[in-house]
């Protein structure tokens, strides 16, 4: 009996401190809805701008408390890509600061009606991406909503199935246009995330990105690419030479306080792992004598 009691005891406290957690995110949100409405001159943004957002992000920072709520322009229910306000809640309910970067008057610069299939805008992104494509390319869902998103199974060189949606995206003339927003992840001959912007009026391709960031430091000009964009950087050390001489836990790096290439040369370093995160350092996982692997691997890298 007692066993039960504790039980439905601590079920409510949970229950309780759920509810409040999801009232003090609702609460924060109708602040920051409100004092959006309320600042539409400061952001120069009509009533039309900003009807229809989409919450993409909300959440409380540990270590000052405070609420970021992030809310994305939308227009005709489909997102308009890197249109969006950053408002942030203090505990004492006040909005502290915020940026927008909703697009003004948009109904005067949105353009495009969807005239392509999302298979025909798949099709022109490997064209574009110079990949050989099957002679029928499967499709694996197709949504009825306002982006209607599809994936097509991958094949051969492809890491992944493929993604299309509609999104809208601003050029550099102004003008928001529709386009599907497709996504290639390739391996060969190197592993990258394509995202290809095809017209969905025309087909034509209005932009790509490629989401892998590549830096070569051996060169004698420090080669940087993304987004296909090259940044060259003055070389600061000697090409790295293999060296089996070098302790497990040893690395040759730009250490702190050198922030880039830019700023200076690599210098050995041993044993960085921090000893509670990483009680056995940054390649043994088991704590039995011997590496599970040898290169520089963690939550957001393999490499």
């Known amino acids: 009996m007692k066993s039960i009691y504790h039980f439905i005891t601590t079920s409510c406290i949970i229950a309780l401190v759920c509810t409040e957690s999801i009232v003090h995110a609702q609460s924060n949100l109708s602040i920051a809805k409100g004092y959006l409405q309320s600042n539409l001159k400061t952001y120069n943004l009509s009533e039309n701008d900003i009807a229809n957002w989409i919450v993409t992000d909300n959440y409380v920072s540990k270590h000052n408390g405070l609420n970021h709520i992030y809310l994305q322009q939308t227009y005709n229910g489909i997102p308009v890509e890197n249109a969006i306000i950053n408002i942030n809640v203090s505990n004492n309910r006040k909005v502290v600061s915020s940026n927008s970067r909703f697009i003004t008057n948009i109904n005067d610069k949105a353009r495009g009606t969807q005239r392509i299939s999302s298979l025909m805008a798949v099709n022109n ?179």
């Not at 290639?184 to 391709?205: C, L, M, Q, R």
């Not at 430091?217 to 950087?233: A, I, M, Q, R, V």
């Not at 040369?265 to 590496?291: E, L, N, Q």
Request: charged content about 25%.
């Open 125 to 303: 992104a490997l064209s574009e991406l110079q990949i050989e494509k099957p002679a029928g390319i499967q499709m694996l869902e197709n949504r009825n909503d306002a982006r209607k998103y599809s994936k097509f199974q991958k094949f051969d060189d492809i890491d992944s199935d493929i993604t299309s949606q509609l999104t809208y995206i601003q050029e550099t003339t102004g003008v928001v246009s529709l386009v599907w927003e497709t996504e290639v992840h390739t391996i060969e001959p190197k592993f990258n995330a394509w995202k290809v912007y095809v017209d969905a009026s025309s087909g034509e391709i209005l932009k790509k990105i490629n989401m892998v960031l590549e830096c070569r430091f051996e060169t004698p000009d420090d080669d940087c690419h993304y987004d296909t964009k090259t940044g060259e950087h003055a070389h600061h050390s000697a090409p790295i030479t293999s060296d089996h001489s070098f302790a497990g836990d040893t690395y040759l790096v730009f250490d702190s306080p050198v922030e880039s290439p830019n700023h200076g040369g690599r210098t050995i370093v041993m044993d960085p792992a921090d000893p509670i995160a990483s009680p056995y350092g940054w390649h043994d996982t088991d704590g039995i004598a011997g590496a599970e692997y040898t290169i520089t691997r963690g939550n957001n890298v393999w490499a």
